[in-house]
């Protein structure tokens, strides 16, 4: 397999470091310079990874794309480019719609959207893929699990739970400013909410992802788990993050339905 990436920024740097890491069977990365640090970065990574100053000249070695550009550049620069019959493109593009990526990527047939999240690095990205591709997911499956949305719509609401990497950081970093308020050392503040959010992992898994017992089983009659749940549902926290995922959810369905 020769892989070949449009963007070499976040996201591509996580899935080719990922991949490396994992020894999948690849022969070639062959990515743009563009962003140079990251493009650096994983030449010094590995041997199979070389750097290209135009995007052209990934596309004519590679026999899968990934295109890993902003939305907002993705369609002029895909302009520019001619792609191969029989290459598969596989897109990180939220709002771009497998029309218009067939359109702009022609004459290749094969477009698969993906949304590989920065634990890829780990090997632990939740990937969704849309549509199914068996070579597609295996590469994924590398760097995580993969979930194979059913239909367009599907995509969108898995899409949705990507937008909260940046919130749960922010919720996390909330819980971490409460105790460096009241003068406990970052040190001690890491370690404790390091062992916290990954003993929870392991807590809700035990319980079989049953939120509902977790959230039950969680609470001590009067307690203070019980108390904050509580008060933040009166403050209609939950609420307001449900509407604010649907509201997530229409931009992409509207950048997909064009
Ligand atoms: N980050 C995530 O967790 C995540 C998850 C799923 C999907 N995605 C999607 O994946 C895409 C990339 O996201 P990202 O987070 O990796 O963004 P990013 O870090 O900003 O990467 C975009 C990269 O594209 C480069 N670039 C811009 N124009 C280019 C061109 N004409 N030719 C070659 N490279 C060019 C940029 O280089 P310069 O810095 O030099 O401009 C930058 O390195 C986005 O569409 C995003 O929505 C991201």
């Not at 949304?115 to 969704?128: C, F, K, N, Y």
Request: charged share 25%; aromatic share 8%; glycine share 4%.
């Amino acid at each position: 397999m020769k892989l070949g990436f449009i963007g070499t920024g976040t996201i591509t740097t996580a899935v080719i470091e990922g991949l490396i890491k994992s020894k999948a069977k690849v022969q070639q990365f062959n990515i743009s310079q563009r962003s140079k640090k990251n493009s650096s970065y994983l030449k010094r990574k590995s041997g199979k990874v070389t750097v290209y100053s135009k995007n052209q000249e990934i596309i004519d070695r590679s026999s899968i794309v990934f295109i890993s550009l902003l939305p907002k550049q993705v369609k002029q620069e895909l302009q520019k480019l001619q792609f191969k019959k029989g290459q598969i493109i596989v897109s990180f593009v939220s709002t771009l719609n497998i029309k218009s990526a067939k359109k702009l990527c022609t004459p290749a047939t094969t477009i698969i959207k993906a949304a590989p999240l920065p634990m890829a690095v780990d090997g632990l990205s939740p990937t969704i893929i849309y549509p199914n591709h068996k070579l597609i997911k295996g590469l994924f499956e590398k760097i995580g699990t993969v979930v194979v949305a059913q239909n367009e719509n599907q995509n969108n609401h898995f899409w949705v739970m990507s937008s909260f990497m940046a919130t749960y950081a922010s919720i996390v970093q909330t819980l971490k400013k409460y105790l460096l308020k009241n003068k406990v050392k970052n040190e001690d503040a890491n370690k404790y909410l390091n062992t916290f959010l990954t003993g929870m992992l392991f807590e809700l898994n035990h319980k079989k992802f049953d939120l509902d017992k977790s959230t039950k089983s969680l609470q001590t009659k009067g307690g203070i788990n019980e108390e904050l749940l509580k008060r933040l549902t009166k403050d209609k926290f939950f609420t307001k993050l449900q509407n604010n995922l649907n509201k997530i959810y229409l931009r992409l369905k509207k950048a997909n339905d064009k």
